[in-house]
């Protein structure tokens, strides 16, 4: 759908994204190795493609899932080295509570909640895209 209401959400959601990236990227500098095709952070244009992390969501129907539609949160750490299971909850976790206090600041019209949904976060919630205006 290319609606421009819906571009605007869009836009809106990934601003979130870019500062958790940016925030997981500071906080977790030098803990693991890049990736080795993974480009170093801040050589390209867009910070989904480089850099160890690269955090976003896909818009999900809902079908079997307890919280119905939503955007799924997707958390992915380029680098070859295991990360243990505790330091993947701290991140989903830190992920969950940045998210969170982001949309309260950039969608205060609407009630919107991250939440674990089966092995995954989930932001649900309001998601209608209000009126046109002329």
Known sequence: ????LTRKWEERLRSIFVGVDEFL????AGCFPLHP????RGTT????MDGLFN???????GYGSKLGRGWVVEIYLATLTTVSKE????IENEVKDLIQKELTLRFPER???VEKDGNCLKIHGDMSLGEMHA
Not at 1 to 4: A, C, I, L, N, Y
């Open 1 to 4: 759908m290319d609606h421009p």
């Open 25 to 28: 990227e500071n906080e977790y």
């Open 37 to 40: 095709n993974r480009p170093e």
């Open 45 to 48: 244009g867009n910070v989904e």
């Open 55 to 61: 955090v976003g969501a896909s818009f999900s129907a």
């Open 87 to 90: 330091i993947r909850l701290k």
């Open 111 to 113: 009630e919107l909640r």
